[in-house]
């Protein structure tokens, strides 16, 4: 994990403190509860959220709050986050989350819902120690509901062939845009930084998360599992038709219907035509356009961030996730 941090070398030392904070908040009595904890604490990835958090917390020159307080907000982030992917994986069916077994996958659906509720009440409990009496319960409930939409609109255009392309983004902009805009408006509100600069990092959240998504959806048809670490083409057996299928889709309807129209019940051998079909027709290429006009306003917005290493930081940051190689 400590190799992962160096690539956030300004907050490195605050996203230890985050790890170990996540590490005491999952604690039971209860010996198989807590070894199901243990695997939820040891399933974090990249720590974005957390991090970029820190970043713009670290805008002003004298942060306008203690560190705890802002380690405890990092890690609600974190945690947050961490739900919605265990229910993800329910959801999904997936076997595999960044190279280990799902939770739903060793301890059945049933554990795994529970599991993901509880790091919900966790991740409440921290927003009543941090937030109470500010006006950021309510932009946090506001996210998570926004999130929770993101879901359930995905849910509800599985297997619909003709999903514009705006509906495609608007969820997006809901399941993962929203965490990344909280994460960066918040860095920054409590922060101490001035009202201009945090309706900034809020936009600049939103970009860098709309772009991130986009790649991700990009990488389940440019990728491998052994690179992935989850199954490829997973969306297309589930019925979530994700931008590059959209827009292929679009140039060529007629190729794909005969596919798409087996909805679950579509092989793995289906799947792959799909696949070679969405390269065929450029989706892939288009699709990494508009990622590209994302991280462009992205980085319109970082330009207009006060001047300092970490505003540089978080531009590398951000370009970082562009080329998605870490």
Same mark, same amino acid.
């Given at each position: ?70 380690? @405890? ?28 077994? !799902? ?150 309807? !007629? ?39 994302? !991280?462009?306003?992205?980085?319109? @917005? ?8 970490? !505003? ?15």
């Amino acid at each position: 994990m400590l190799d992962l941090w160096k690539r956030y070398p300004q907050v490195s030392e605050q996203l230890n403190d985050v790890n170990s904070l996540i590490q005491k908040l999952m604690i039971s009595d209860n010996p198989a509860i807590q070894s199901l904890l243990n695997d939820c604490a040891r399933q974090q990835g990249k720590m974005l959220r957390p991090g970029f958090f820190l970043l713009f917390s670290q805008l002003t020159a004298t942060p306008a709050e203690k560190s705890d307080r802002l380690i @405890k907000i990092a890690a609600s982030l974190e945690i947050l986050h961490q739900a919605t992917l265990i229910h993800d994986d329910i959801i999904d069916d997936s076997p595999l989350r960044r190279g280990a077994i !799902t939770l739903q996958a060793k301890y059945g659906k049933d554990t795994a819902v529970y599991a993901g509720d509880l790091l919900f009440t966790v991740f409440f409990q921290l927003l009543i120690e941090t937030m109470n009496g500010t006006h950021y319960l309510k932009i946090n409930a506001d996210a998570m509901q926004q999130l929770l939409r993101g879901e359930l609109s995905q849910m509800a255009a599985r297997f619909q062939q003709q999903q514009p392309v705006t509906a495609y983004l608007e969820n997006i902009r809901g399941k993962t845009a929203a965490l990344f805009r909280l994460a960066c408006l918040e860095g920054a509100y409590f922060g101490g930084s001035d009202s201009t600069t945090i309706e900034l990092a809020g936009e600049i959240g939103e970009n860098i998360g709309m772009a991130f998504q986009i790649f991700d959806d990009i990488l389940d048809y440019s990728s491998s599992t052994g690179v992935l670490r989850k199954p490829v083409l997973e969306d297309v057996a589930q019925g979530v038709y994700t931008l590059p299928l959209l827009l292929a889709y679009q140039t060529a309807p !007629t190729e794909f219907k005969d596919l798409l129209d087996k909805r679950q019940h579509i092989t793995k051998s289906e799947i792959r035509q799909v696949a070679h079909l969405v390269r065929k027709h450029q989706g892939v290429n288009q699709a990494k356009k508009l990622a590209q006009s994302f !991280t462009e306003k992205a980085a319109e @917005k970082i330009s207009l961030l006060p001047d300092s290493p970490v !505003t540089s930081e978080i531009s590398q940051l951000a370009q970082k996730l562009l080329k998605r190689k870490f």
